[in-house]
């Protein structure tokens, strides 16, 4: 068993905890007391937010009735989880929340994104990123800029390598036509948008939904992420970005409306094809 994030390794255990438990319709009160500890012990272990060492976790294991082999995969994920995240260094510079998104975006098999005004985050050039910076944060010292921007280019790593993400992102026409950063900045980055949807065929599928489609419920909404893990065991997550807030959402519910929104997208955007075009033309009116 191989992990890329210790966020989803901990996630994972959680679960496999939590579903146990509620199985065998014992509450967390009742687990912690077996193993003497406290309810919000067990309840941190269940969302991935508090480590277990390795013998609490045999004991929960045995109150929760798990065979031999099932204890062995529990105490791997369990490692899993307490290796340190590249994201650990700049641990003070971001909220808590944002670090699990890291994890999570770190550990995903596939990202579904939407962005109505920028291009995705994980395909954004170095000036790009800082033209945001810069522009969402006038008084942001620049050493944190730079910081911040690293670890934007950091998080781009997951499209390369043996086992790159599989990112399919919709772009409204109006995040190519944005001078987010001046034209010189935006050419480029319209430039390294199309290297990068020829460099990974098989892996990024970027489709732009132009001014000419009609009404869809992702207009005028915020940008978000759609997750997907591999093995069918972890659920789907939604991260979502607004002026003031972000917000990670678990709830299947809401969960299945920002998928039937991402495919709404989809169905007023233009195929893989003509995105790329209209990318190329924009970029060469910017020359």
């Known amino acids: 068993m191989a992990f890329t994030s210790p966020t989803v390794a901990a996630w994972e255990l959680g679960l496999r905890l939590r579903e146990r438990r509620e199985l065998m319709d014992i509450t967390a009160a009742s687990a912690a007391k077996a193993i003497h500890t406290g309810q919000s012990f067990v309840s941190g272990v269940e969302t991935g937010r508090v480590k277990i060492n390795a013998r609490k976790l045999a004991e929960l294991a045995a109150v929760l009735d798990f065979d031999e082999d099932e204890v062995g995969e529990l105490q791997q994920l369990r490692e899993a989880a307490g290796k340190r995240a590249w994201w650990s260094p700049y641990s003070a510079m971001f909220s808590a929340e944002v670090l699990r998104y ?101 892996t990024l599928d970027v489709r732009i939904v132009p001014f000419s489609a009609d009404y869809h419920n992702a207009i005028g909404g915020s940008t978000f992420y759609i997750l997907g893990f591999a093995g069918g065991r972890l659920p789907d997550l939604v991260w979502q970005e607004t002026v003031s807030t972000t917000d990670l959402i678990d709830q299947p519910m809401r969960i299945r409306e920002y998928s039937l929104a991402h495919s709404q997208a989809m169905d007023h955007a233009l195929d893989r094809s003509e995105s790329l075009r209209l990318i190329e033309q924009i970029g060469k009116e910017l020359e």
């Open 102 to 202: 890291f994890g999570f975006e770190a550990g995903a098999e596939s990202i579904r994104a939407y962005s109505a005004g920028l291009i995705t985050s994980l395909l954004q050039t170095e000036d790009y990123a800082m033209a945001i910076m810069n522009g969402g944060a006038p008084s942001i010292r620049l050493a944190e800029a730079n910081r911040r921007v690293e670890v934007r280019m950091k998080r781009q790593q997951r499209l390369e390598g043996g086992d790159p993400i599989r990112l399919t992102t919709v772009i409204a026409e109006s995040g190519l036509r944005q001078m987010v950063g001046g034209r010189e900045v935006m050419a480029a980055q319209l430039r390294h948008l199309a290297a990068k949807i020829d460099q990974h065929p098989d």
